[in-house]
């Protein structure tokens, strides 16, 4: 019994968080820095590196707020360039 419920741990994250960081990557905001930054978004010193960062936790956090899992409003990060 305890190893069945190991093994259920083990599992892939379905939580509503990771079902969110999955599908942040199809927003159109990621797309778009994807499409622009002819891969420098892999890099962290770059400005596409941070504009990707930004745009995927924005896109956690629009999917989480259209799940009721996140109150709207909040304190605005500092965005570093």
Known sequence: MMALALAACSGPDSSAEAQC?????????????YSRSDGYYTYSP??????????QRQA???????????PPGGVQPVVPR
């Open 60 to 70: 956690v956090l629009r999917c989480m707020r259209a799940r009721g899992l996140v």
């Open 21 to 33: 960081r999955r599908q942040a990557s199809q927003d159109p905001a990621v797309q778009t820095v």
């Open 46 to 55: 770059t400005t596409q590196y941070s504009d990707l960062q930004e745009s």
